[in-house]
């Protein structure tokens, strides 16, 4: 079979869902478009008429990641436990939405969610404050997998002896919860005294 024939069977959808398969298996680092081709059976060039480039794809994975996010949370707290947990639902999920989002390529549901959120909590300055939450959630999850897979290595310097994560769901909570707090004493502030 021809790759021009062989890729003629797989659309976007099937390029994303083999990359975050390999995501899955090798890490960022190690997702490369020649790597995902040979998964697809197709050569490299196939891909491009999918996606322009690898940021697009890598932006279309982190849209679909954080897509997965729930809905129906009544909460900022709650919706930034739910983008967190879909960051962890992949390897290097948190390192390649930030990546993305530094480019202002990719986390808009994300964002959307926050912001929606914040608007409905009576929040000033929503989308800078969506931004502020999200930036947070992302750099927080980044740490916690790093830590994770750095542990799986053996690479930290406490031997593996203590848990890498301890406390941090903690930290997390506290980061959100104030930034959210900032956000009531802005709408309370805005609307006067009851």
């Given amino acids: 079979m021809t790759p021009e024939h062989n890729s003629a069977r797989h659309d976007r959808d099937s390029v994303a869902r083999t990359a975050l398969g ?7 680092a190690d997702l490369s478009m020649r790597r995902i081709a040979a998964r697809l059976e ?7 008429w999918h996606y322009a480039n690898k940021q697009e794809l890598l932006a279309d994975l982190a849209d679909r990641i954080t897509a ?23 390897r290097d999920g948190a390192e390649l939405v ?9 986390a808009s549901p994300a964002q959307t969610a926050l912001a929606a959120q914040l608007e409905r909590a009576g929040a000033e300055e929503v989308d800078e404050r969506a931004i502020a939450i999200l930036h947070f959630v992302l750099g927080h999850a980044t740490l916690v997998q790093q830590r994770m897979h750095a542990d799986s290595h053996g690479a930290l310097l406490d031997g593996g ?3 890498v994560t301890a406390g941090l769901d903690r930290v997390f909570d506290l980061g959100v919860t104030a930034i ?5 004493a802005s709408a309370t502030r805005r609307r006067g005294p009851a």
Avoid: F
């Fill in 22 to 28: 390999l995501l899955d298996e090798v890490g960022l």
């Fill in 42 to 48: 197709v050569q490299p060039s196939a891909l491009y």
């Fill in 68 to 90: 997965s996010i729930p809905v129906g949370a009544t909460d900022v707290l709650t919706t930034a436990r739910g983008i967190r947990d879909a960051l962890y639902a992949h």
């Fill in 98 to 106: 930030l990546s993305t989002h530094a480019l202002r390529l990719g």
């Fill in 161 to 163: 002896e203590t848990d």
């Fill in 180 to 184: 959210a707090e900032a956000v009531r």
